[in-house]
């Protein structure tokens, strides 16, 4: 299935598009709002991955709707983002992607409430409060050829793809050598 057209602004102003990656898979991360640590962690796995990604000749991309000064100060902070950061303030493109909401039927999936015990564990500091904060992200993987490799619509907001997953979609779609 071919991926969704994705045009928006950088956080630098100028517009990017997917198509500039045409014939590089690209990873693709909707994140959800500033004040999400599930988010904040999976941003913090990608780049910590940045050397595998690499060596599959990946781009990252990730899409936020928040402005960048809110989004720098919450999610990002301490964080020296490698990656194209691209703001949807208007929510569009999630929309377009398919990336819905959480309801009551996300607030009580289990697996919430592992990762929230974990983050306090790790004594993690709140994010505070952001704006739509219901609004949820997802993953993809784009191959080479412009079709979905790897999809995962979040369901509940600790439903963040897991970084060997997105590894291995990439594998898989490379061409054979």
Same mark, same amino acid.
């Given at each position: 299935?071919?991926?969704?057209?994705?045009? #928006?602004?950088?956080?630098? *102003? /100028?517009?990017?598009?997917?198509?500039?990656?045409?014939?590089?898979?690209?990873?693709?991360?909707?994140?959800?709002?500033?004040?999400?640590? &599930?988010?904040?962690?999976?941003?913090?796995?990608?780049?910590?991955?940045?050397?595998?990604?690499?060596?599959?000749?990946?781009? =990252?991309?990730?899409?936020?709707?928040?402005?960048?000064?809110?989004?720098?100060?919450?999610?990002?902070?301490?964080?020296?983002?490698?990656?194209? #950061? +691209?703001? /949807?303030?208007?929510?569009?493109?999630?929309?377009?992607?398919?990336?819905?909401?959480?309801?009551?039927?996300? =607030?009580?999936?289990?697996?919430? @409430?592992?990762?929230?015990?974990?983050?306090? #564990?790790?004594?993690?500091?709140?994010? *505070?409060?952001?704006? %739509?904060?219901?609004? +949820? *992200?997802?993953? &993809?993987?784009?191959?080479?050829?412009?079709? +979905?490799? @790897?999809? %995962?619509?979040?369901?509940?907001?600790?439903?963040?793809?897991?970084?060997? /997953? #997105?590894?291995?979609? +990439?594998?898989?779609?490379?061409?054979?050598?």
């Amino acid at each position: 299935m071919p991926a969704p057209s994705l045009e #928006l602004p950088a956080a630098s *102003g /100028d517009r990017r598009s997917l198509r500039e990656f045409q014939g590089r898979p690209v990873v693709l991360s909707f994140l959800g709002p500033a004040s999400c640590a &599930f988010c904040r962690a999976h941003v913090i796995r990608t780049i910590q991955a940045r050397d595998e990604f690499a060596a599959l000749d990946a781009t =990252v991309v990730l899409v936020a709707y928040h402005d960048p000064e809110l989004l720098m100060a919450k999610m990002m902070r301490d964080l020296q983002l490698p990656y194209l #950061l +691209l703001l /949807d303030s208007t929510r569009e493109s999630y929309a377009r992607w398919g990336l819905g909401r959480f309801n009551l039927r996300s =607030v009580l999936a289990p697996g919430m @409430y592992w990762g929230i015990l974990q983050i306090l #564990l790790r004594r993690e500091p709140s994010l *505070g409060r952001a704006p %739509n904060e219901s609004q +949820l *992200g997802g993953d &993809f993987v784009i191959d080479r050829a412009g079709q +979905l490799a @790897y999809v %995962n619509r979040m369901r509940s907001i600790h439903d963040r793809a897991r970084i060997p /997953d #997105l590894l291995a979609a +990439l594998e898989r779609s490379a061409p054979a050598r």
